[in-house]
């Protein structure tokens, strides 16, 4: 016997084993519920099929209850020969029978339901288990986000911190300026914030002059940070009556598009933010645009659908 091919064998069996039990792990969830679906249709056709069996039954056992009543109420058959006690033992073992033909027909019917039931409970609990990691695990990420951003707030600044998270450079640009007493137009070279092609922002960021395609005039800026303030105004007016907010609802207010992740994040009354809504616009210069753009850093608290249900009924 080989020794060096059974060792193969086997090294190829635990590997191929272990490979499978780590895409069961993996898609448990989906498993889970695949077995209740395909266990909730046969659950149907056997219950089809149990229940005519079990109609067969009901209607033997009526004619033999009526048999035994016939033999009772019969002149003809004396208490001697069927007395009503006879008729008392009849019935009990007819029910006695009837209800043991009804499990043995409708027993695996309701076994194979009810584990049908708590596979897909079992998969719905492997996925709530699996998305409270999730919040959890982001929740951790995010808090150690502001820690890290606050730090930097304090070391270089909040220009800084603006500038990192949404690739904004300071660059020299050819600007007109207007000379306020003679009226003169001169074109000098100012710094100033640049947002870089092909460079998108981090976090939860907006470019609101590429972004609200729906709003007309959104390229002209003064009228556009008018229209961003009200907004603003509005949104905690309905922070304050709603006690949370979404930043899909924020986004929708502004006329942008929401975004995936939109309804998991926002804003709560619930003391662990700012507890206001702060857009914080700021002005830019867009170099694929070759136009100024309007940056909105909103003051996102973080994940807040858990917390909906304690808001409320607080």
Request: proline share 3%; aromatic share 6%; charged share 25%.
């Amino acid at each position: 016997m080989n020794i060096g091919i059974i060792s193969s064998v086997g090294k190829a069996v635990i590997t191929t084993a272990n490979r499978v039990g780590h895409v069961a792990i993996q898609h448990g969830p989906e498993i889970c519920v695949g077995v209740g679906i395909v266990g909730g249709a046969a659950t149907t056709v056997m219950a089809c099929k149990a229940t005519l069996k079990v109609n067969e039954v009901c209607t033997s056992h009526v004619e033999m209850y009526n048999k035994i009543d016939a033999l009772i109420e019969s002149e003809e058959i004396t208490d001697e020969v069927y007395s009503e006690d006879d008729a008392k033992k009849d019935r009990v073992v007819l029910a006695s029978e009837t209800g043991k033909a009804v499990v043995k027909y409708y027993g695996p019917v309701v076994l194979l339901g009810c584990a049908s039931i708590a596979s897909i409970l079992c998969g719905v609990n492997i996925l709530n288990r699996r998305n409270m990691a999730l919040v959890a695990a982001y929740t951790s990420l995010d808090t150690g986000f502001k820690t890290y951003r606050k730090r930097v707030v304090s070391e270089l600044g909040e220009d800084a911190d603006f500038r990192f998270r949404t690739g904004v450079v300071q660059k020299k640009i050819e600007t007109e300026v207007v000379n306020e007493e003679t009226g003169e137009v001169k074109t000098k070279k100012v710094k100033t914030d640049v947002l870089e092609p092909g460079v998108e922002p981090l976090d939860y960021t907006i470019n609101f002059c590429k972004e609200a395609i729906h709003i007309l005039d959104r390229d002209n800026i003064p009228e556009s940070l008018r229209h961003i303030e009200m907004v603003e105004r509005s949104l905690n007016s309905v922070l304050l009556a709603q006690k949370y907010l979404t930043l899909n609802q924020a986004r929708v207010s502004l006329g942008v598009p929401e975004i995936w992740f939109g309804q998991i994040v926002g804003w709560t009354l619930d003391g662990t933010g700012d507890d206001e809504i702060q857009l914080r616009p700021r002005v830019v210069y867009d170099e694929e645009t070759e136009t100024r753009t309007i940056i909105l850093d909103p003051n996102v608290d973080g994940p807040m659908f858990y917390k909906i249900g304690g808001m409320i009924n607080g």
